[in-house]
Structures are given as C-alpha cells and as structure tokens.
C-alpha cells in the first residue's frame, strides 16, 4: 500500500509539472461604454468571479482591461462573456 501511495505521489507531481499543466497568461481586452470612476470598479467586480483570475488593471482612460489567469480555468472568450454580462461590451485585443 505505501508503494502505491508513493506512486501515486510521484504521478501527480510528474503531472502538474508537465508543460499541458495550467500556465499564467495575460489577456487585454478592450471594455466599451467606461464613461464614469464607478464602471472600472463593476469590470472589476465582475472579472474577480471567475476561477483562476491573478490579477485585474482596468483602465477607463484607455478602455481596457488587461488580465492576467490561469489558462486551465479560464480563457479570453469567457473573460470578455462575464464583462458583457455586466452590461460593458467587451472582446480580446489581438496581439
């Protein structure tokens, strides 16, 4: 039984240090309709409900948010989704 446990240990570190293990990525997306101090405050409240966001700058001058996440919990297309769903039309910036 401890042969197997120490197995299994050694499996699940060799996984979670393999390269299709989650990796940190960084997401710009440009955010419509930022007219006053209070909108990047939502953008921001909106995108910290989703899994695996590290950290969030939301910029009204520039009408964006640049995000970074963990790639295995989250991607572009639903940061923009959850933007949208709090009423600022959003969509990732191409690099």
Known sequence: MKRVSAALALLAILAASHPAAAAERTATLRVMH??????????RKAIETIPGVKEIDVSMESGTATVVYNDVATNPTELA????????PAWPVKR
């Open 34 to 43: 930022m007219t006053c101090a209070l909108c990047p405050l939502i953008v």
């Open 81 to 88: 989704e959850t933007i949208a769903n709090a009423g600022y």
